[in-house]
């Protein structure tokens, strides 16, 4: 074996950086069992060990090699399914910025531009930005206006903007400063956000933008009050002081909308809304109302029908209930202004809690002399009036004002907890974002689901690796361990470059690694499947091995690079199908080290010491030899199956379509365990019952999920409010709903943690993310089935070959499409059968492995071809003979793959058991496909061209035999 040192120098190497790279990990899983076993069970008690335990320093000889944090800071980092946590999108809204910048302009083109962009959103993959510059060209000229420039005082020409941009500054000038400020204060924003973030002292987060786009990815592990967090990083911290409108003058307008509109919002004893005595607040309402309300408050009729003098009033709630009512928030009506700028917007300098009468916790704040001097005014125009401290479009406080205030100073009181006033204090001092951060996609995974996770994983993991290591001993004998080795190998060096890369395991990576491990095999089967020709050809073990393995290279690395293409693309997504992407690639390179060369190098090791061995065992020595099936005279048949099940599946999609998941239609959906079960239809219905929105109700989907009495719930209940509270109400209606199937005083806040029972996890999707799911994975899959015809016309120079090999992976996707669809209509599977990022990641996992498959096929074809210079087989023939000698092949490896596919299916969690099942059809629809689609069509396309070319040539003669008789 040529380069034997090199290669064990080269493994030797890779196996002490994997060893460093894996070493933290053992340290810290040791310290912290250490402590575990120091600690009476309790949290805080572990805690308090840790930290004794992390003062020490691990030492060789003498030397300090690590301590706990250090360990801890370079360990395998594991992803929130398999920790606990929460993980959050949130999007700073580059049209709130634009309003902004515009000082909230009503400029009708200015509008009709943004509205115009909002509309591309969905479907654009330019930033919100351009498109609105390129709306605001179109508009103006379809409005009739079109010398209106960027810089009129009515779009960017703002007092804010005087230095910068001029009255006679060019559009595209405009569009470059306004570009690079939306982009700056993107980046303003991750840095406030990572400040308030450091405040909540979690270990581990993650917070990092998205490449060329507004979109912020937070990751906090550990977080079990994920309300509290969501309110801390949504808020933009933009303090404002504003006066108040006296309340009989509202109730009399709000009176007038109650009739216009026909609601019931004011007026009847049953009304939406209740005056209330006060100077300050207008009316107070349940908190089970305020989004009906608001749909109402922010209606056409309602600007409509406004007073002259109140224009521009604004209508916000409190932040929070009273303790006198907590189930009620007061409704305020503010003086609003034309550009929606406050009399004073509050530059705090500094804050901190005091206490007011009977030892009320209180927000003390000192503002700035320019602010300072802003309020000493307003205070003075307002005595005997209140005024409303206004944070985030939510009311704290709205007290009458005694006197003038000379020194800046003010105070908000809002019945705070002590907690909350800290989580006030600390966004204040973060500094403010300039609009509110958005939410627009969520994960929360409790720590006993994630717990769960990774016990399933481990199973999944041990169970599939046992079965394929067996498989391999008995079909390939002493051959097959060492091939075994080479397996162990493969995965300690795949984990350990996970490690050194920094990758973060996640659920669906564990998936990756099975599956890479499956895949792994395959390398060594081709070999081992060649060898035992060349023996049957009577050559000695080491010539067949030399030989086999020579003549399998080409095979090996075909199929796993069209593989790799897949990989690369799913490695462009986010989320989970990252995680499995990651895993996936590193274990294709992995695997094309350790099955060609490890491999080797202990068969050869064996063979140079003497010792005998056979590639094969008394069981299997025979099987898949001397095949001789003719399958190029049954495709016929073949087309018409594949035909009849291609023409079901599309009038499937066409007309039925998919049971879609929350992924790409927006929503949330809710893992929660009951105490006490219930058929999924009744608790529908009762949920129903509680998400009701002025008079209509939201479907609310109710699912068994897993074992026991855990349910998954799935609505599109509130998934376009603004209300900053809208989580903390439909997690209200869940309980209020759900209460009679939990434990007997199971409190609200028991249920929110998922504390033994209640919301295990929940996911939240916008509707602009679900839209970009679609859109990214179409274009991943076009992609990647570009990639792959392009390749395999390069490698084969044969377009037969090649449109051949992309029917058969369209067939393929097809087909499991439409199984989706059949069976989502028909609901007799106990799993979900969605279309989610799931989904897309199995169909692109499909086509990767049935390219592989192919390209195996394809490859004996054409070495078939070469020998077949003096045309001693027909294409038939040929094929078939290809089909044939390689049917060990594509046995073994789909029976190793598709075994350890069902393992995962089983072990691997309710979460992974659609995307296991797409690729269980997937697999098993590959094999068949390389064969009676992929082979059959290139086989039929080659008979066609040859034909074509012999009537030609047929053609040519006989005209030029005419020809000479002629003359």
Known sequence: MKGKGFIKLFAIVLGLICLWELFPTFYVNRIEKKAESLSNGTAASKREQLEKLSKDSLKIAGINIMNYNEAKNQEIKLGLDLKGGLNLMLEIPERDLLI??????????????????????????????????????????????????????????????????????????????????????????IEVIRARVKKLNIDEPNIQRIVGTGRILVELPGVTDADRVKRLLQTSARLEFWEVYDPAATLGYLNTLSQKTGNNLLGTKDALLRPIRSNAATATAFLRDTAAINKILNSPQAKEVLPPNMKYAKLLWAAKPSPESPNELQLFTIKGTKNDHAPLEGAVTDAGISFGNFNQIQISMQMNSESAGIWKNLTEKNIGHPIAVVLDEVVYTAPNVNSAIPNGQSVITGNFSQKEANDLIDVLKSGKLQVRAKIIQSEVVGPTLGQQSIHNGLISILVSYFFILVWMIFYYGKAGMYANIALVLN???????????????????????????????????????????????????????????????????????????????????????????????????????????????????????????????????????????????????????????????????????????????????YVIKLANGAPPE??????????????????????????????????????????????????????????????????????????????????????????????????????????????????????????????????????????????????????????????????????????????????RIRENKRHNTHQTMSLKELYNDAINHTLGRTINTGATTIVATVIIFFFGGESLQGFMFALLLGFSFGMYSSIYVASSISCDLTLYSHEKESKRLAIAAKNTKKLATTK
Not at 101 to 114: C, G, M, T, V, Y
Not at 121 to 130: G, I, L, N, V
Not at 644 to 664: A, P, R
């Open 491 to 669: 995965m300690f060096f795949l984990i350990g470059i996970m490690a050194s890369w920094g990758a973060v395991l996640t659920l669906p990576g564990i998936a990756g690694i099975v599956l890479s491990i499956a895949m792994a095999v395959d390398a060594n089967i081709i070999i081992f499947e060649r060898v035992k020709e060349e023996l049957r050809v009577g050559k000695n073990l080491k010539q067949a091995f030399a030989d086999g393995q020579k003549h399998a290279l080409s095979a090996i690395i075909d199929g796993n690079l069209t593989t790799l293409i897949v990989g690369i693309v799913l490695l462009f997504s986010t989320g989970p199908i990252k995680g499995f992407a990651v895993t996936l690639v590193i274990g294709i390179l992995c695997t094309l080290f350790t099955a060609i060369f490890i491999t080797s190098l202990f068969i050869y090791g064996a063979m140079e010491k003497g010792q005998s061995f056979s590639i094969s065992t008394t069981w299997t020595k025979n099987w898949f030899t001397n095949v001789h099936f003719k399958w190029m005279e049954k495709r016929k048949i073949a087309y018409i199956f594949s035909s009849v099940l291609m023409i079901i599946s599309i009038i499937s999609i066409f007309t039925k379509g998919f049971e879609q998941g929350v992924d790409y239609t927006g929503g949330r959906t």
């Open 100 to 189: 902004y910048f515009a000082d909230n302009s009503e400029n009708p083109i200015f509008r009709k531009a943004l509205g115009d962009a909002s509309a591309q959103e969905k479907t654009s993959s330019a930033s919100y930005t351009s498109n609105f510059f390129k709306a605001f060209e179109k508009e103006k000229a379809a409005m009739g206006e079109p010398n209106l420039k960027l810089s009129s005082p009515d779009i960017f020409g703002t007092p804010t903007f005087s230095d910068k941009i001029k009255f006679n500054t060019s559009d595209a000038d405009v569009e470059k400063f306004i570009t690079d400020k939306v982009e700056s204060s993107v980046n303003t924003a």
């Open 682 to 859: 009744e608790l529908s219905k009762i949920l129903e019952s509680q998400f009701i929105d002025n008079g209509e109700t939201t479907t609310v989907d109710v699912k068994k999920y897993g074992e026991g009495n855990q349910v998954r719930v799935t609505t599109k209940y509130g998934i376009d409010s603004e209300d900053p509270n809208i989580d903390v109400i439909i997690k209200d209606k869940l309980y209020n709903g759900l209460k009679k199937f939990l434990p007997t005083n199971f409190s609200r806040d028991n249920f929110v943690q998922g504390e033994a029972f209640g919301i295990q996890s929940s996911s939240e999707v916008g509707p602009t993310v679900a839209s970009g799911i679609v859109r990214n994975g179409i274009i991943a899959v076009s992609i990647a089935l570009l990639g792959i015809f392009i390749y395999i016309l390069y490698r084969f120079k044969n377009w037969q070959m090649s449109s051949g090999a992309v029917l058969s992976l369209i067939h393929d996707a097809t087909i499991v499409m439409g199984i989706f669809s059949i069976l989502s209509w028909l609901r007799i599977v106990p799993f979900s059968v969605e279309i989610d990022q799931f989904f897309i990641a199995s169909i692109l996992t499909i086509i990767g492995y049935s390219i592989n498959d192919t390209v195996i096929v394809f490859d």
